[in-house]
């Protein structure tokens, strides 16, 4: 009797564990990819937040008054131009808040948030990971780092949906 418990915990940890490798499992997708916005991307139907980086909202304006300029709108036009190719890979590795899973995405064997960042078109978000890329933009005054401009999670509290 023992041991058909033992083999059944076993059995059970198994189980377990190969269930575990399956819900932490890195998925990788490619093909043909839109813009939605400075940070988000669809490709194959999957909307896709790029993993590192916070992209100013679709409506903020950004730099002093007057002559702000649409911030939003031109991170959105640099994303649709970095994606303006056949194809897209994107590296996948969970979901965020509001069900779009988070990823790395490269097109043309460049990361394209980290040319986001570079271009001073999004921040780096917390960590690491395009702090680099954020500090020289910000040393040279590319885009958002031209002039005043609100933080897009500041600016999403200020403006809820």
């Given at each position: 009797?023992?041991?058909?418990?033992l083999i059944t915990a076993?059995?059970?940890?198994v189980g377990l564990a190969?269930?575990?490798?399956?819900?932490?499992?890195?998925?990788?997708?490619?093909?043909?990819?839109?813009?939605?916005?400075?940070?988000?991307?669809?490709?194959?139907?999957?909307?896709?937040?790029?993993?590192?980086?916070?992209?100013?909202?679709?409506?903020?304006?950004?730099?002093?008054?007057?002559?702000?300029?649409?911030?939003?709108?031109?991170?959105?036009?640099?994303?649709?131009?970095?994606?303006?190719?056949?194809?897209?890979?994107?590296?996948?590795?969970?979901?965020?808040?509001?069900?779009?899973?988070?990823?790395?995405?490269?097109?043309?064997?460049?990361?394209?948030?980290?040319?986001?960042?570079?271009?001073?078109?999004?921040?780096?978000?917390?960590?690491?990971?395009?702090?680099?890329?954020?500090?020289?933009?910000?040393?040279?005054?590319?885009?958002?780092?031209?002039?005043?401009?609100?933080?897009?999670?500041?600016?999403?509290?200020?403006?809820?949906?």
């Amino acid at each position: 009797m023992r041991l058909r418990d033992l083999i059944t915990a076993a059995a059970l940890l198994v189980g377990l564990a190969a269930l575990a490798a399956l819900l932490t499992r890195e998925d990788e997708i490619a093909g043909p990819a839109f813009a939605v916005d400075g940070d988000t991307l669809r490709i194959l139907d999957l909307r896709v937040r790029l993993d590192g980086i916070d992209a100013p909202e679709l409506a903020q304006a950004c730099g002093p008054k007057p002559g702000q300029w649409p911030c939003g709108a031109e991170a959105l036009h640099r994303l649709e131009r970095l994606l303006d190719v056949p194809l897209v890979t994107c590296r996948l590795r969970g979901t965020d808040a509001y069900g779009r899973r988070i990823g790395t995405c490269t097109a043309r064997g460049r990361d394209v948030a980290r040319v986001m960042v570079e271009e001073g078109l999004a921040l780096a978000l917390s960590g690491p990971a395009y702090k680099a890329e954020q500090d020289a933009a910000h040393r040279q005054g590319l885009g958002i780092w031209g002039g005043p401009f609100q933080r897009p999670a500041d600016w999403r509290a200020a403006h809820p949906r």
